[in-house]
């Protein structure tokens, strides 16, 4: 039915280059998808760069599909924890901010019980006696709690009387949180093997966090950025877990 | 909601029906250890000598573990040791695109089962 259908006239300039065919559904939906995209394109950027950063060394090496699938939702938390930089300012802004930082929590929720849950000996690792790259993760996903709690009306005009005092504690906190939750990933050692692997991650880290002149501080849909996060993060999580258990 | 599910799962383990590895006193260990088990007939294609260097060095004919965890000197390293020794050859196997054995998964070595 769809195929049939003629949609909205397209720009003609759009039309010229295409040789003044009609557009079928699923070509328009290929074309909004796109141009959606781009609008998001460090939101594509920060999760597709952190993810192919680990792809670098050893492509192949996987820990089975529990355990990729449950990095994979791990890596894409800190894509989110990392993007959540890039928006905020105007009240709309702010909202989409507020409402991604609780997805990335949520992802980062599932990131921690999907271990604790379907494997038994992954307990041993968040008792005293664990690694410091464990400890590192955990102060990373209280903190991650603190900064959404602290930043709610209620918590913060209680706790900080002058808007510029809370943002610079959210900031620093933030800034910790990123440096716990990458020193967990960095020090796991499994995905970055490799020294260069850790210097282009730091390297990612800190464009994402400082290169606004060159992925924009601003997003036009950052709105939509939460939906848009969670449908790229579940295919990023198929294909970081796929490549690794498909055998080609 | 999260806070007493998250003490229920760090006090009872998963809730899953599965086997649940116990910390204690094993091998004559000074502090509790998970159990571990290394499946033998999966390895026979091996140089046994990759894992029981005293056969060649001189430094004991018993079990890895009488030593690895009586002997002050190792008993400290006895986690790095294992996890390097079993888990970079698994890796290097899974590398060279062959039948490896677990990489990551916890559970799959740390379970009452043969004796290393």
């Known amino acids: 039915m769809f195929q049939q259908l003629k949609l909205y006239r397209l720009p003609s300039w759009i039309s010229k280059r295409c040789g003044g065919k009609s557009w079928s559904f699923r070509e328009l939906l290929w074309w909004f998808m796109t141009v959606y995209l781009l609008q998001m394109k460090s939101l594509v950027f920060t999760i597709t760069s952190v993810l192919f950063v680990t792809f670098l060394a050893a492509p192949g090496l996987g820990a089975g599909w529990a355990w990729d699938i449950g990095n994979g939702m791990g890596f894409v938390a800190f894509s989110g924890l990392l993007y959540l930089s890039k928006i905020g300012g105007s009240a709309r802004n702010v909202r989409a901010h507020q409402l991604l930082g609780y997805v990335v929590l949520g992802v980062t929720v599932m990131h921690v019980y999907w271990f604790l849950v379907l494997d038994a000996a992954v307990i041993e690792y968040v008792k005293p006696g664990a690694p410091l790259y464990m400890w590192t993760g955990i102060a990373g996903f209280l903190m991650l709690f603190v900064l959404i709690f602290i930043g709610l009306p209620e918590y913060r005009l209680r706790l900080h009387k002058r808007y510029a005092l809370f943002k610079s504690w959210h900031l620093g906190l933030a800034l910790f949180t990123i440096m716990g939750a990458g020193h967990h990933i960095v020090a796991s050692g499994?995905?970055?093997?490799?020294?260069?692997?850790?210097?282009?991650?730091?390297?990612?880290?800190?464009?994402?966090?400082?290169?606004?002149?060159?992925?924009?501080?601003?997003?036009?849909?950052?709105?939509?950025?939460?939906?848009?996060?969670?449908?790229?993060?579940?295919?990023?999580?198929?294909?970081?877990?796929?490549?690794?258990?498909?055998?080609? | 909601m999260l806070i007493p599910l998250s003490i229920a799962l760090l006090i009872l383990g998963t809730p899953l029906p599965v086997e649940h590895p116990v910390k204690r006193h094993q091998w004559q260990s000074p502090e509790p250890i998970?159990?571990?088990?290394?499946?033998?007939?999966?390895?026979?294609?091996?140089?046994?000598?990759?894992?029981?260097?005293?056969?060649?060095?001189?430094?004991?004919?018993?079990?890895?573990?009488?030593?690895?965890?009586?002997?002050?000197?190792?008993?400290?390293?006895?986690?790095?040791?294992?996890?390097?020794?079993?888990?970079?050859?698994?890796?290097?196997?899974?590398?060279?695109?062959?039948?490896?054995?677990?990489?990551?998964?916890?559970?799959?070595?740390?379970?009452?089962?043969?004796?290393?």
């Open chain 2, 34 to 116: 998970l159990p571990m088990t290394f499946a033998h007939l999966d390895h026979v294609g091996e140089n046994c000598l990759v894992c029981h260097h005293n056969y060649n060095d001189d430094t004991g004919n018993l079990l890895c573990m009488n030593c690895h965890v009586t002997n002050s000197d190792v008993w400290p390293l006895l986690e790095t040791h294992f996890h390097d020794l079993c888990r970079d050859c698994h890796e290097d196997k899974q590398l060279l695109n062959e039948e490896g054995g677990p990489t990551r998964a916890c559970i799959d070595c740390h379970l009452d089962g043969e004796l290393p």
């Open chain 1, 190 to 248: 499994f995905y970055l093997r490799e020294p260069y692997q850790v210097a282009l991650f730091v390297l990612l880290v800190a464009i994402v966090l400082f290169g606004d002149s060159y992925l924009g501080k601003r997003e036009a849909e950052t709105r939509q950025s939460s939906w848009v996060f969670i449908g790229l993060g579940i295919f990023c999580v198929a294909v970081f877990a796929g490549i690794r258990n498909v055998r080609f």
